[in-house]
């Protein structure tokens, strides 16, 4: 059979990452499409990377989700079998500050993706849009989101997201094109970017036990979330555009844990014991070290979002049934991965301070 191409936007991310290297195994063709920077952004997928006069099934396209003509050209050349959009403005807190830039990402990026499928007539071609759990924001008196549940995003980034799901949606039941939204629960790993939280809390916790001094200011603790592992997301990912039909799902472990449980959870795997003290704005994490207690963590109010989402769990039954979805990852050993990883690379950085 000749090989299948598939196109990748935001492949330099956590999940194009991981994706772009699943479907290199499965003798997939990758395109992805990256962003001209003026530094490299390519650390995730550098060792992917082959230099095409070589050999190779793996290459990359300069171009944009805000520039139509890039879009539109780059999936004319390739003729692609499947589109996958992980490409977005996607932290929540930042939507808040640059909202213009995140819909015109987020949201109408999706759409100009769909636009050039549509105009291509490319009925033949799957296309997955990255869609979140932000979409649902408001727990009403839901225990768990399913794909039925009502949707009240509460960040320029939800609605943004919200935009491209119904979009791909009336695209989908417009045009009849082979359009599916994976609504992705969060999801880690040693890849995540440092700005999102869990990363935060294993890159601080691995060089402070290593003897960094530095304190760990922190927004919501008590917020819960539902994590998983980004490996077990992006191979259903790919199941989703392999079904017959194309359709919606929820991608979730179907249990939640607060961030304070995710540092509790970190710290005992590098043996630091941490213990709790005060409330709101003034809680503190602290450990005890030569005989005395001392403060690691502390909270800040500018990590505070202007609309908090405490709650998000979701309800994978359907993926659990049609997509055979069984995660290989616990929440501790994603913690444990993401501790050991970092471990690692503070010691590396240690010891070019040396």
């Keep these: ?30 395109h992805g499409l990256i962003r001209k920077s003026s530094s490299f952004n390519t650390k995730r997928i550098d060792h992917l990377y082959i230099d095409p006069h070589n050999r190779t099934n793996f290459f990359l396209h300069y171009g944009d989700l805000t520039d139509s003509n890039s879009i539109y050209n780059l999936i004319h050349n390739i003729k692609p079998n499947e589109i996958y959009n992980l490409g977005a403005q996607s ?22 993706v769909l636009e050039a499928m549509r105009f291509l007539k490319m ?13 649902f924001g408001e727990k009403y008196n839901e225990k768990s989101f399913n794909e039925q549940s009502k ?22 039941e417009a045009y009849g094109l082979f359009a599916c939204n994976g609504i992705l629960f969060n999801h880690e790993s040693p890849r995540r970017g440092e700005t999102f939280v869990t990363r935060k809390i294993t890159r601080f916790l691995t060089r402070r036990k290593l003897g960094s001094n ?4 922190l927004g919501n603790l008590n917020a819960k979330r539902d994590w998983g592992h980004a490996k077990d ?41 941490i213990y709790w003290s005060g409330k709101g704005l003034k809680e503190r994490g602290y450990i005890h070290e030569d005989n005395r207690k ?12 202007p609309n908090e989402v405490d709650y998000l769990r979701g309800n994978p039954i359907k993926a659990q049934k049609k997509l055979n979805f069984k995660p290989k990852y616990s929440f501790l050993s994603l913690v444990k991965e993401m501790i050991n990883e970092d471990l690692f690379l503070a010691q590396e950085e240690l010891n070019k301070k040396r």
Excluded at 151 to 172: D, E, N
Excluded at 239 to 261: F, N
């Design 294 to 305: 001392k403060v690691i963590i502390k909270v800040d109010k500018k990590y505070f979002r």
């Design 91 to 112: 932290h929540v807190g930042v939507s808040f500050e640059n909202p213009e830039y995140t819909a015109e990402v987020s949201g109408i990026g999706t759409l100009r």
């Design 233 to 273: 997301y992006v191979e259903m990912q790919w199941r989703i555009l392999q079904q017959k039909k194309s359709e919606d799902y929820v991608i979730a472990t179907g249990a939640t844990h607060t961030v304070r449980e995710f540092i509790v959870a970190a710290g005992k795997l590098l043996n630091l014991k």
């Design 1 to 30: 059979m000749k090989n299948k191409i598939a196109l990748i936007t935001g492949i330099t991310g956590q999940d194009g990452s991981y994706l772009a290297e699943l479907l290199l195994k499965k003798k997939y063709k990758v």
């Design 151 to 172: 949707f009240h995003p509460k960040s320029p980034y939800g609605v943004a997201k919200l935009y491209s799901y119904w979009i791909t949606s009336v695209y989908r």
């Design 214 to 217: 530095e304190i760990l200011y």
């Design 123 to 135: 009925k033949n071609v799957k296309f997955y849009q990255a869609s979140t759990s932000e979409l």
